[in-house]
């Protein structure tokens, strides 16, 4: 993160905890991390990898889909999510993201069930006194939330990261949301993937997202 102050970004993602996460075991993150990089400059977008929707399409995230009791299992982990997020040194207020890879939303169960789990955890995450963000693909999850949000679902992400890419980055052109959803200071746009940038004498392959929304408060 030193090496990388020469760059132009200012805020990073942080994958933080989640049985779906893919490194399982990130010994150089704690709090001691969290307040040394913030104190660099950096912002901190935490993203939590829980359970999956069962119609999930990655391969590696087949193990860790939704069971049988979605609103339990969204409220158990949105739980644990504030509860890692404590222990990282993130302060009420902070924003959670919650990290829903892409998804056959169209299958009307696996919604159902999806959308139920998202429900649960953005409501615990919110009455713990954080508040709770989604990640996903903006003609997946974000689709989804969309059409909720339109037909006054409540218990909905407060935040919005969207990933489109291969288009220009903005944050309020997004086809599938409406320009007054999540309004104003409430989205990121992921615009590119897997691109390898080189600061400071350090290559990294990152996705870029531009942003403007709610980063976590570290102390």
Not at 70 to 90: F, I, N, P, Q, Y
Not at 103 to 110: A, K, L, P, Q, V
Request: glycine residues 8%; contains cysteine; charged residues 30%.
């Amino acid at each position: 993160m030193r090496r990388w102050e020469s760059s132009d970004y200012r805020a990073v993602g942080v994958y933080f905890g989640g049985r779906g996460r893919a490194c399982k075991r990130q010994a150089h993150l704690s709090r001691d991390w969290m307040r040394a990089v913030q104190g660099m400059g950096w912002r901190v977008l935490p993203l939590y990898v829980g359970s999956q929707s069962p119609c999930v399409i990655a391969d590696s995230k087949q193990d860790v889909r939704i069971g049988q009791d979605a609103w339990r299992e969204g409220t158990s982990e949105g739980r644990d999510a504030v509860s890692r997020a404590k222990a990282l040194g993130m302060q009420r207020d902070s924003p959670l993201y919650l990290d829903m890879e892409a998804y056959g939303y169209r299958n009307e169960e696996c919604a159902r069930t999806t959308l139920a789990f998202v429900r649960a955890w953005d409501r615990e995450v919110r009455r713990l006194g954080y508040v709770p963000g989604f990640y996903s693909s903006a003609d997946s999850g974000v689709r989804h939330m969309e059409t909720a949000r339109r037909a006054g679902v409540r218990d909905l992400p407060e935040v919005m990261w969207f990933a489109r890419w291969r288009t220009s980055p903005d944050l309020y052109r997004e086809p599938v949301l409406r320009r007054d959803a999540w309004h104003p200071a409430r989205r990121i746009h992921q615009f590119a993937g897997n691109v390898k940038e080189r600061h400071g004498g350090r290559t990294l392959l990152i996705d870029r997202s531009l942003v403007h929304a709610p980063v976590a408060q570290v102390r």
